[in-house]
């Protein structure tokens, strides 16, 4: 069931129909000619901060965390994506190195796209590339409103946005009328909130004795998602 006639989800969220729809199929043959699928275990390295590209990656299945390390090598995670989602594309573009690493938040498969067949492809497909500049646009806004939510909200109204955009992420490929499972450790869960380990247990407990959610082991269950929306008070 979508939320977005209760919550601005787009406004925090990567997530939309996977780019390579605005493909032909021969555009898309050309561009995952040469691609090599591997299945990542959770915690493995996708790709480090700094590594220069040898090409992108297309998540097939599973998720994936963005994050940047600080001076001190506490990681912050800025972005959690998802199937049929493109990462890496930003350094190719730019013809840099990775602004950001990435690394499995579970078991997922990935495929890698050599940086010709991408560039090839970008340059032979008009409508591949305007949808490129497009998502670069949303992803800019995307993550300025969520830098905004450190200074303008409290660390229970950011859990509760969060709690809000992952259970978004986790439904992608669930089975209709099943509760949606959000399978991530409470240390990745601080991280992308923007809070110590301790704060975001503590507001999980405080969450799950009001009934909104339950937790099995390490995975999290919304059982009220109208009040995790009023909780975090987001427009």
Request: glycine share 6%; charged share 25%; hydrophobic share 40%.
């Amino acid at each position: 069931m979508s939320i977005r006639h209760l919550f601005p989800i787009d406004k925090l969220n990567f997530g939309r129909e996977s780019i390579l729809s605005a493909l032909s199929a021969t555009e898309l043959e050309a561009l995952m000619e040469h691609r090599k699928e591997q299945s990542f275990k959770k915690g493995e390295q996708i790709f480090r901060e700094g590594w220069y590209p040898q090409g992108i990656f297309y998540i097939i299945d599973g998720v994936v965390k963005k994050y940047k390390v600080n001076d001190s090598g506490r990681e912050q995670i800025f972005y959690v994506a998802n199937r049929g989602e493109l990462i890496g594309y930003h350094a190719v573009i730019s013809e840099g190195s990775y602004p950001d690493s990435a690394a499995a938040l579970e078991e997922s498969l990935i495929a890698f796209i050599p940086k010709e067949d991408f560039l090839n492809v970008l340059k032979s497909a008009p409508a591949f590339n305007n949808g490129l500049l497009k998502n670069l646009s949303h992803e800019f806004n995307v993550l300025v409103n969520s830098l905004n939510l450190i200074t303008q909200k409290s660390v229970r109204e950011r859990m509760a946005l969060q709690l809000i955009v992952l259970r978004e992420k986790y439904k992608t490929g669930a089975e209709p009328g099943t509760t949606v499972a959000i399978n991530m450790s409470r240390e990745d869960l601080a991280s992308l909130v923007g809070t110590a380990t301790e704060n975001a247990i503590r507001i999980l407990a405080e969450f799950k004795e009001a009934g909104i959610l339950e937790t099995k082991g390490r995975k999290i269950l919304i059982n009220d998602i109208a009040r995790l929306i009023r909780i975090a008070d987001y427009r």
